[in-house]
């Protein structure tokens, strides 16, 4: 079913579709693979063929860190785009997963890309994020590790019970890919190891 770029799927039991190799498809781990990385059963998956538009953020200057995966960090230009969420559940999930992938036509773009990606983390440490559907939420941003072509950052919801999303961000030639982790506990491992999976993915 397509719902303003979204389609929603459900794998009870299988890998879900076939995927032709080197295509953004083929970059991203099927539901049962993250499952499996997380150590909890994925399924509710969505996917979006095009990036989210950008999220409210209180100060303006933080809409990158409370929108990575938007069309504030994956401006136009790319040449293909895929998100997809996994959780446990479609109504009160415990879990939520998410990998982006971005190509763009040249390394060089795709570098600004992520270089913009990674200054907007860097020059945010609180915001309130506003959701598309309405209320707002505030959170806490902190960079752990950032190099050329990797950056590992959490958020973490104030007053959100611990709830936080550990993510990661990798620069792989001409593709600019996310992985993010939210949960009630430490997904810091399971984000990196699943970014790790997607980047050797990437032809």
């Given amino acids: 079913m397509l719902i303003g770029g979204a389609v929603w799927w459900k794998w009870p039991a299988d890998d879900g579709p076939r995927v032709v190799e080197g295509t953004v498809q083929a970059t991203v781990l099927t539901s049962r693979e993250v499952s499996e990385t997380v150590g909890t059963t994925l399924n509710t998956e969505t996917r979006m063929s095009e990036p989210a538009p950008s999220t409210r953020a209180d100060p303006p200057g933080c809409s990158v860190a409370v929108g990575p995966a938007t069309t504030v ?6 040449t293909a785009f895929l998100s997809v969420v996994h959780q446990d559940s479609d109504t009160a999930a415990e879990h939520t997963v998410t990998q982006v992938v971005g ?7 795709a570098g600004e890309v992520f270089g913009a990606l990674a200054e907007g983390i860097d020059a945010c440490t609180n915001a309130v994020r506003s959701a598309p ?8 941003y902190r ?4 190099t050329d072509d990797a950056l590992a950052w959490t958020a973490t919801q104030d007053r959100g019970e611990g709830w936080a999303c550990y993510r990661e961000a990798r620069l792989k030639g001409s593709t600019v890919l996310q992985t993010a982790v939210c949960q009630a506990g430490d997904g810091r491992r399971a984000s990196r190891a699943l970014a790790d999976r997607m980047a050797g993915r990437v032809k």
Avoid: D, F, I, M
């Fill in 143 to 146: 960079v752990e590790s950032a």
């Fill in 103 to 109: 190509r763009y036509a040249t390394g060089a773009r």
């Fill in 73 to 78: 960090v994956y401006q136009r230009g790319w």
């Fill in 133 to 140: 559907g309405g209320g707002a939420s505030r959170w806490t």
